[in-house]
């Protein structure tokens, strides 16, 4: 390969013959010409021309070539690069091999492969000669790449006649091929493969891969969420069945809406979600592809391939399989809108990313295919020529209050910012469909509806906004914006007066401020912040955390930082069977590692580990926690344990950890040993049954009964609590107490606190979070009035002191009835002298223990001069202001100088010592925990918005239990009007009045005939209302909205010029010159005034 280094080809890269200079051919191509391979026909390949076509008419008229793709389909799948069903791939054979082993030793002895290599078939980069001779029964990827080598030479270039149509199966294992994990070779000959058949274009060849690939994942994606998708249509069926219309027919999948699971979110089981991660992996391919054209689009409006299901997984049930089919019956489009409705978190955004791009956006043109071209395309992906598009398919089942309930449900409830702004922006697409009557009163009713609730809602509330705002700047004309504007008015006046009055700067509770009287926290309910400062609390402790606690990732149910503690500290109960330990937690934590320390490894040394996890609390319907926790060992509770990692000890290890790679919202836990090292140097059991040991003296026990012949102790029996297990003789942990003969397990858990709210399935559930709510209003009142008590009280007494310091130095003393100058001055030569006599002190004790001790070994009582001298040492090592506390009674009878009622003094003695040193380690103890009182007001506001994300949660989902009782899952916005609920919250007030500003003056620049009713002097005072403090965006959109007003309507151009004028005569107001200046400057009617 050579480069050409001048003229006009150069830096243009061709190939020559590799030979020295005297003996080279005159072979030239240049590197980059690809299009004289695929013009010629057959030049360069081992078969002539007749040949091929010879071939080709015999593949085409005996169908030949079908057996075959259904041969090459099943030996691809049996090779593991696709899960496969058992009962497809039984029915066809392998290939079987025509060659022998003599025929492949002769041919490699007469220089067979060497002659493929110089006609042109060459072996494979990857392969040897030697790989050839490997082939023994055609079950190795070699025969795949000869036969897909063969197959690319005789395959027809185009379907131009009907007899020589290969079937459309090559189209769907190629594709797979190709997107699959198979080896370089393979895939560049399935490629080969492909483009052969769709007649070396590469449009076709595109369309055709990208269509048959989305075919596959999209199939691999609802057989991992198949248990969601039921578990909601369950939920529909319920909502149906408490509804009015419960005489009618069951609710299914080919007769569901697109909207039909919207609401069903906060109803479906934790239990169902065992599949998020796999969910996660096929929706990142998915997306990674869908961006990339116009392919994705044509795709979801149509109908898959349904072939796809037969080689679904072995776990997937018949049920599941039928169900599947009816959803394969409907176009994509509709089937992503049903898991955008199911799925939570992360994987929610992504579905709602896919149908984002499979619709058209606003004012784009969508690139057209010709007639010739789609009926060509649909000859290799099938199907109808004229295919709906995405937004077709979803306009035949949606209808405008359909959209009214996805805008609700998503953009105005949406539980993160991502998934509120992907949605707003289909809910715009989706309103682009209907007539501009359907449009009005879909905007009338968000209006109305959705203004009472965006005060409450902060700033979570702005993605709604910016979706009415673009309904007035895209549909302006059509919609009747007279009720419109005065509601925004209504808005913005009652929001801009709360900002004036209420909503002064307050203090962060993340800051470093130490003094309590600077402190004033933002004690007003706002959804938006009780969820962004806890979530600043965890990311701001994971900034300031080492480095292994900053790969942790938070999860969004979790309220607290992620700390490491003791299992049992975490645990309201615990059951045990004879390989596995339950533990029922006593509340829901989010789990990131787990540790496990193991003090004595003896006998049956543990190698596995297993740990699993459930996500929602067990209830029995009874009171009892012993009853509720054996629940968990219960074979009917076993399907809902998933699986979060796996514990690898190496012989006697002593502690390990376990760090899962995704963290996980554990309810309850089940630690199970799985597998055991073999005793080094022990005989095996002559009956093929476990060895068994004593559990005394760990000896082998060959006792039929189990009774060890050393010591007379019964090894099948518990140490702990005498409990035999009859039923399983070689358990590892006791039944009863869970006690292990082979060492002591102790684990601990790095989690973080998780919000207890769980979907409620039932109404013992139901009850059970109207309880948790009640626990949760009531901390958040409580905390609420501790905050207010604590900041008041420290507040007065600083104003006081303030107040104080006007007087002289003896009257402030005597005024805050403090002790005389005089006697002050003596107090401090106590205080300071005690403290390093109060340390020494310490030590005096310990050295006057240990002179006790050695006194009891040398047999001297404490009467003679060895005990006078005790007590003179100890009466001086009390020193002064230090002897009170232990010169008592039993002290002095200890000291043998009192009427004791023991007659052993030195037990006195150092009884009294340890309780002295007790009480000086309780005081210290005690010294340590007691908090600031600005670090208490810190801890005091943030259970306060742990108390409010709680309760938030549980309104959530007794929302969502209430309306399925009332047959309305999805909440819809109905034309009803209602009185603007302000946010007095300092951190959004800012942000909802700018956003309520921009609503008004959006809808003046649209259309202010219907408009100009709504401005009045309030309005017009409130916009030339500036602070110091206020926003530089707000202050400037108020100027834009009093210009644009001014230069629109007469009317209303009358209020704002004479308030102008009343504010320049009364106090020249610098803000009002300014605007006025820009007045002047424009061309409107009535600026001469």
């Known amino acids: 390969r050579r480069r050409c280094s001048h003229g006009v080809h150069k830096d243009r890269r061709f190939y020559v013959c590799g030979l020295e200079r005297k003996h080279r051919c005159a072979y030239f191509k240049w590197s980059d010409d690809t299009t004289q391979s695929s013009t010629q026909n057959n030049d360069g390949l081992p078969l002539s021309l007749p040949v091929v076509q010879e071939l080709q008419n015999v593949f085409a008229e005996c169908k030949l070539e079908s057996t075959f793709c259904g041969l090459i389909s099943a030996q691809y799948h049996n090779q593991g690069d696709s899960v496969v069903n058992d009962s497809q791939s039984n029915q066809i054979d392998p290939f079987p091999s025509l060659t022998i082993e003599e025929d492949r030793l002769r041919d490699k002895a007469d220089g067979v492969f060497l002659v493929s290599e110089k006609l042109g078939r060459a072996l494979p980069a990857s392969r040897s000669e030697d790989d050839f001779l490997d082939v023994a029964n055609g079950t190795t990827e070699l025969l795949l790449c000869e036969s897909m080598d063969l197959f690319s030479y005789i395959a027809p270039k185009r379907k131009s006649s009907d007899s020589l149509v290969w079937s459309k199966g090559w189209f769907s294992i190629l594709c797979e091929i190709i997107s699959g994990d198979s080896g370089t070779t393979l895939r560049a000959l399935a490629k080969k493969m492909l483009q052969r058949l769709c007649g070396f274009r590469n449009d076709i060849y595109h369309k055709v891969r990208d269509h048959y690939v989305f075919g596959f994942q999209y199939s691999k994606l609802l057989l991992q969420s198949c248990e969601i998708l039921d578990a909601a249509l369950l939920v529909r069926e319920q909502a149906r069945q408490c509804g009015r219309n419960w005489r009618g027919d069951e609710v299914t999948f080919q007769s569901l809406p697109a909207s039909g699971l919207f609401g069903t979110e906060d109803l479906i089981s934790e239990d169902c979600m065992k599949r998020e991660d796999s969910i996660s992996i096929v929706l990142d391919e998915l997306l990674s592809q869908a961006r990339r054209g116009e392919n994705w689009?044509?795709?979801?409006?149509?109908?898959?391939?349904?072939?796809?299901?037969?080689?679904?997984?072995?776990?997937?049930?018949?049920?599941?399989?039928?169900?599947?089919?009816?959803?394969?019956?409907?176009?994509?489009?509709?089937?992503?809108?049903?898991?955008?409705?199911?799925?939570?978190?992360?994987?929610?955004?992504?579905?709602?990313?896919?149908?984002?791009?499979?619709?058209?956006?606003?004012?784009?043109?969508?690139?057209?295919?010709?007639?010739?071209?789609?009926?060509?395309?649909?000859?290799?992906?099938?199907?109808?020529?004229?295919?709906?598009?995405?937004?077709?398919?979803?306009?035949?089942?949606?209808?405008?209050?359909?959209?009214?309930?996805?805008?609700?449900?998503?953009?105005?409830?949406?539980?993160s910012d991502k998934l509120r702004s992907i949605t707003s922006a289909i809910g715009i697409k989706l309103a682009l469909q209907f007539n501009s009557s359907d449009r009005n009163r879909l905007f009338k009713s968000l209006v109305d509806s959705g203004m009472r609730k965006i005060g409450s809602m902060g700033q979570d509330s702005i993605n709604f906004t910016d979706v009415l705002k673009l309904f007035i700047e895209g549909f302006g004309l059509d919609l009747d914006l007279h009720h419109a504007a005065s509601s925004f008015s209504q808005a913005f006046k009652k929001q801009m007066t709360s900002l004036n009055c209420y909503c002064e700067k307050k203090c962060s509770p993340n800051s470093d401020e130490s003094d309590i009287s600077k402190l004033d926290f933002d004690l007003s309910d706002c959804e938006h912040c009780h969820k962004e400062q806890l979530w600043t609390r965890l990311t701001s402790q994971d900034k300031s955390s080492s480095d292994e606690a900053s790969d942790m990732k938070f999860l969004s149910q979790q309220m607290r930082p992620y700390q490491r503690g003791r299992l049992e500290t975490s645990t309201a109960s615990n059951c045990f069977s004879e390989f596995s330990s339950y533990y029922q937690l006593k509340f829901r934590v989010a789990l990131s590692q787990v540790h496990i320390n193991i003090s004595d490894p003896r006998g049956r040394l543990a190698k596995t580990i297993s740990v699993y996890f459930t996500p929602r609390q067990v209830s029995s319907g009874s009171s009892s926690d012993e009853e509720n926790v054996n629940i968990l060992k219960s074979d009917s509770y076993s399907r809902f344990w998933q699986k979060c990692g796996t514990i690898n000890l190496s012989r006697g290890a002593t502690e390990a950890s376990l760090e899962l790679k995704h963290p996980v919202v554990a309810a309850n836990l089940k630690i199970t040993f799985e597998d055991f090292y073999e005793r080094n140097n022990s005989v095996r059991s002559s009956s093929d049954g476990p060895v068994l040991y004593c559990p005394r003296c760990t000896r082998q026990v060959t006792n039929a009964h189990g009774v060890c012949g050393h010591c007379g102790e019964v090894a099948f029996q518990c140490r702990k609590c005498r409990h035999i297990n009859y039923d399983r003789l070689d358990a590892f942990l006791c039944v009863e107490c869970g006690y292990c003969t082979s060492g002591g397990f102790h684990f601990e858990l790095t989690a973080g606190i998780a919000v207890n709210a769980v979907a409620i399935v039932d109404e013992e559930q139901f009850q059970t979070s109207m309880a948790l709510l009640r626990v949760a209003n009531k901390r958040k009142t409580d905390t609420t009035k501790k905050i207010t008590a604590l900041l008041q009280k420290h507040r007065n007494v600083d104003d006081d002191l303030n107040e104080l310091s006007l007087y002289g130095p003896h009257l402030k003393r005597a005024l805050t009835g403090s002790f005389p100058k005089s006697f002050v001055d003596d107090k401090p030569e106590v205080s300071t002298s005690s403290k390093p006599i109060r340390s020494s002190s310490s030590t005096n004790r310990s050295r006057l223990l240990s002179l006790a001790r050695s006194l009891r070994q040398d047999g001297d009582s404490l009467g003679g001069s060895r005990g006078e001298f005790l007590r003179q040492a100890l009466l001086g090592s009390s020193g002064p202001g230090g002897g009170d506390d232990y010169m008592d009674d039993a002290l002095l009878n200890a000291l043998g100088g009192g009427s004791g009622s023991s007659s052993d003094p030195l037990s006195r003695l150092v009884a009294n010592i340890r309780s002295g040193d007790g009480d000086d380690a309780a005081e210290k103890t005690e010294k340590k925990a007691k908090l600031s009182p600005a670090e208490e007001c810190r801890r005091l506001y943030m259970q306060k918005r742990e108390a409010e994300r709680e309760s938030w949660e549980l309104n959530r989902r007794i929302d969502s239990w209430n309306r399925l009782n009332s047959d309305t899952l999805a909440a819809k916005m109905c034309n009803h009007g209602g009185t603007y609920m302000t946010t007095d919250c300092t951190v959004c007030c800012s942000k909802v009045a700018y956003k309520n500003l921009s609503l008004l003056h959006a809808v003046f620049r649209a259309n202010i005939s219907q408009s100009e009713h709504s401005v009045s002097g309030e309005l017009v005072k409130l916009l030339l209302q500036e602070s110091a403090d206020l926003d530089p965006a707000l202050k400037d959109l108020k100027r834009q909205v009093l210009i644009t007003v001014a230069s629109k309507s007469e009317s209303a151009s009358g209020l704002v010029l004479n308030e102008l004028q009343s504010r320049l005569r009364a106090i020249q107001d610098r803000t009002s010159a300014q605007i006025l200046g820009e007045l002047v400057q424009m061309d409107f009617k009535g600026v001469d005034k």
């Open 297 to 415: 689009k044509n795709f979801c409006g149509g109908l898959p391939e349904v072939n796809n299901l037969k080689r679904g997984s072995t776990d997937v049930s018949d049920l599941m399989l039928d169900m599947l089919q009816e959803i394969f019956s409907r176009p994509p489009i509709v089937s992503l809108m049903w898991l955008g409705s199911c799925l939570g978190g992360s994987n929610q955004v992504k579905v709602f990313s896919l149908v984002d791009v499979a619709l058209e956006k606003a004012g784009s043109k969508s690139v057209s295919i010709s007639t010739n071209d789609a009926e060509e395309l649909m000859l290799y992906i099938g199907g109808d020529s004229n295919r709906p598009t995405p937004e077709q398919s979803l306009t035949r089942c949606m209808t405008i209050d359909d959209v009214n309930a996805f805008i609700c449900q998503f953009v105005l409830s949406g539980r």
